[in-house]
């Protein structure tokens, strides 16, 4: 590896960044939600267990671009790298096939697309940037 390719590798997010990432937006998603039910029914308890599996659920999410697509090398972002998954989910979360949903199952689905969200984010941010497709 040339030392431009091993500069643009070592600038590249990494696993345990990834995963950091999406557990702190998996947590702070729940902690939102947990606030709006607890305003909405004072009675509520904090669910602990909820934060927990939100946090992970979200540090999962966050993995999967590089699951799907290894970091094997410097030049290894493609489709799931790219800024059309990124469109994709977007729309996912906020537009049609999500909302006939309800409860939970929207709510799982709508934090793995923020999870992985966060992945390109901290992505999109090195030299190497994403790709359209």
Same mark, same amino acid.
Do not use: I
């Given at each position: 590896m040339?030392?431009?390719?091993k500069k643009l590798y070592s600038d590249m997010a990494n696993f345990k960044t990834h995963f950091i990432?999406?557990?702190?937006?998996?947590a702070s998603l729940n902690l939102m939600k947990q606030s709006v039910e607890k305003a909405a029914t004072p009675? #509520? %308890?904090?669910?602990w267990g909820e934060l927990l599996t939100w946090t992970a659920v979200g540090a999962g999410a966050a993995s999967l671009p590089?699951?799907?697509?290894?970091?094997?090398n410097p030049n290894h972002?493609?489709?799931?790298?790219s800024f059309a998954i990124g469109f994709l989910i977007l729309y996912a979360i906020f537009g049609g096939p999500l909302q006939p949903l309800?409860?939970?199952? #929207? %709510?799982?689905?709508?934090l793995t697309g923020f999870g992985y969200l966060s992945h390109l984010a901290l992505d999109i941010v090195t030299p190497m940037g994403l790709p359209l497709f």
């Open positions: 040339g030392q431009v390719s990432v999406g557990a702190a937006v998996g009675s #509520r %308890d904090f669910d590089d699951l799907l697509e290894p970091a094997l972002r493609g489709f799931f790298h309800q409860g939970k199952l #929207r %709510d799982y689905l709508r």
